[in-house]
């Protein structure tokens, strides 16, 4: 949610910081601030509240000239979203600024400290200006900016991600991460910090990847990283492969639309990089041995959001190919409940950016309990990712639009390969349901691109059903697990109140609700469920609702029911919510922009959610 970019170096800080900060726009934000470090000594702040254009227009025609500077887009937590809370915030002596992700637990308890002992007089109500006081309190007895930032640091709880600068020393800038994500950039003509790597990816693509409680010393030729004893580091450089281009919109009106159409890329890209000449499923970089497998006596998946309705449909098909139990939490809850783990437990996490806060803690209760633990991440070098034992992968490439389209689908062939996995290796899979499943998963993009060639028809679906107030949609079987996807799409972009329920449960209390002109969304894909669904839908359409169903081609008797039918292609029930999800993606954008929505940032939302 909120980001960091900071840069040293040549050129001037200003503009290649706002457009840092621009490239992370996508993940949420309220507000967005610069402070520069002139060569003067000099420590220039500009904040303001609302779209970074805000920011650009309050400082238009000033003279911010400075090699040095840090950047921030803040979404609120300490605080009401205002000019005064956005970031950076800077110590009393205005001489120390500092931008933060993340949360500090102490900061009443260190705000208080200040305030009597070294009367600090506080202007907002942030825990970062905390953290830039305390910084400076430290910054006077050291007098040297690296031994302050080290200083202080030992006496934070909590998480963050930290750019530091001091006017003082304008030939460096201070960084440090503990539970949020910080990088930063080699460039040709000076060096960076960012929040993620999207935001200096025009300027460079070797970086390191600071870990959990290091600081670094970037200075425009030189960087250096200490650990939590302050002992340097070496650090292997990561080189960015995945183009720039890859993360700006390339002609779709929405990255969220550019992201439903990288669906068939995204899904062939997880599977045959998986997938040796024998069509053998190889899992790199997971060390899942027989033995382990068989060890395992159950499988909890954990995950938020859409990625938890990935983790519904993973429990349809490890418990169906490796025969074992598998439990699926949300995130959120899953610490709260004491869950039965031990060592024979295998705990998947389900996380596009791999930065969800909820996750990572189940992940780490999980792990404390002895539990295995196999990530499916999208983001490479993520805290989901690297506090696994395991990390698989999906290909999706940079996911922008805050509504997650192509992360579900990649998630869900992970699944999918991780149930055949496990089972061949249990050897519960005959060598033909391999094969079946195999063919029948490599023709899913070719298949996925047929349902993306029906656009039109669902744009116009969808514009006859954009004023629609209240949603149901409903499901059988492996469908009910894709209806709940179905509805949060369309509820979170175009704040349209749906609901998603299992159609057999309609008639113990919420068919109530139906009544004449609810749109009703029936997903009726599953061959030996077809008779049930058509019944559900009769039960609806008797109480006067408006039927739009999503059915297989051929099972037309659907026709008869319903108001719309969208067709997939025929498939193995087993995995038609691969496809199923397609049209309700591209239906709940079409209702959105009919909307006039803000599609890619839906209010209240962000992209990465890395608060509790
Ligand atoms: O990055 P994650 O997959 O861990 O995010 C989890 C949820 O916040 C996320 O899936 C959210 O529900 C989607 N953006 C909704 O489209």
């Known amino acids: ?142 007098k040297d900016l690296e031994a302050a930032v080290y200083k202080a640091l030992k006496r934070v709880r909590g998480s963050y991600g930290l750019g530091v600068v001091c006017a003082d020393e304008p030939d460096k800038l201070v960084a440090a991460r503990k539970d949020s994500p910080l990088i930063i950039g080699l460039g040709k003509r000076g060096n960076f910090i960012a929040s993620d790597i999207p935001a200096v990816l025009k300027y460079c693509r070797q970086i390191y990847l600071l870990e959990n409680n290091e600081m670094a010393v970037i200075k425009e030729n030189d960087v250096k990283i200490y650990d939590a004893d302050h002992k340097e580091v070496q650090r292997e450089v990561f080189n960015v492969t995945w183009d720039a281009d890859a993360a700006e919109k390339e002609g779709y009106e929405h990255f969220m639309l550019k992201e439903i159409h990288e669906q068939p890329d995204g899904i062939r890209d997880t599977l045959v990089r998986r997938m040796d000449d024998d069509g053998e499923i190889v899992l790199d970089g997971i060390n899942l041995t027989k033995e382990d497998i068989e060890n395992f006596d159950k499988v909890y998946i954990v995950a938020c959001g859409t990625a938890y309705h990935a983790g519904l449909i993973g429990k349809y098909a490890i418990e169906k190919l490796a025969k074992i139990s598998v439990e699926v939490d949300v995130a959120s809850e899953f610490r709260y409940r004491d869950p039965f783990i031990d060592d024979k437990t295998l705990f998947i996490a389900i996380s596009q950016s791999g930065e969800t806060l909820d996750t990572l803690a189940a992940l780490r209760e999980a792990k404390k309990k002895g539990a295995r633990v196999l990530s499916v991440v999208n983001v490479v070098g993520s805290s989901v990712a690297r506090e696994s034992d395991d990390v698989f992968y999906t290909w999706a490439g940079p996911e922008i639009a805050v509504a997650s389209t192509k992360a579900y689908t990649t998630q869900l062939v992970c699944m999918y390969m991780i149930g055949l996995y496990m089972g061949r290796k249990k050897g519960i899979v005959s060598d033909e349901t391999y094969r ?177």
């Open 1 to 142: 949610m909120c980001g960091i970019v900071g840069y040293i170096g040549e050129e001037n800080a200003t503009g290649i910081i706002i457009e840092g900060l621009k490239k992370l726009e996508y993940r949420g934000y309220d507000s967005s601030g610069i402070a520069l470090c002139t060569k003067e000594n000099k420590l220039l702040v500009r904040k303001k509240k609302g779209r970074i254009a805000n920011l650009e227009k309050m400082i238009k025609g000033e003279d911010l000239t400075a090699n040095l500077g840090i950047g921030h887009t803040r979404w609120a937590t300490h605080g009401a979203p205002s000019d005064v809370n956005a970031h950076p915030h800077t110590d009393m002596s205005g001489k120390i600024a500092v931008v933060h992700n993340g949360i500090i637990e102490n900061f009443m308890e260190l705000k208080k400290e200040l305030t009597e002992k070294h009367g600090v007089e506080f202007k907002s109500e942030t825990d970062t200006e905390v953290v830039a006081n305390l910084i400076g309190v430290c910054y006077e007895e050291e």
């Open 436 to 612: 079946k499943y195999i063919d029948e998963l490599m023709a899913v993009p070719e298949k996925v691109s047929k349902i993306l060639d029906q656009e039109e028809k669902i744009a116009d679906i969808a514009k006859k059903l954009y004023t629609k107030n209240g949603v149901f949609y409903i499901g059988r079987g492996i469908d009910s697990a894709v209806s709940y996807e179905g509805s949060l799409k369309l509820k979170e972009i175009s704040y349209i109140n749906s609901f998603a329920i299992a159609a057999g449960e309609l008639k113990h209390g919420t068919i109530a609700l139906i009544e004449q002109g609810t749109l009703v969304i029936a997903i009726a894909t599953q061959d030996k469920l077809f008779e049930k669904m058509l019944s559900n839908i009769k039960e609806v359409k008797a109480r006067g609702a408006f039927v739009m169903a999503v059915a297989k081609e051929g099972n037309t008797a659907i026709e008869e029911e319903s108001n719309e039918v969208i067709y997939i292609p025929q498939c193995m029930d087993e995995i038609t919510p691969l496809l199923s999800i397609v049209p309700l993606q591209l239906f709940a954008y079409y209702v959105a922009r009919n909307r006039g929505c803000d599609i890619d940032k839906p209010k209240n939302l962000a992209k990465s959610v890395t608060v509790e």
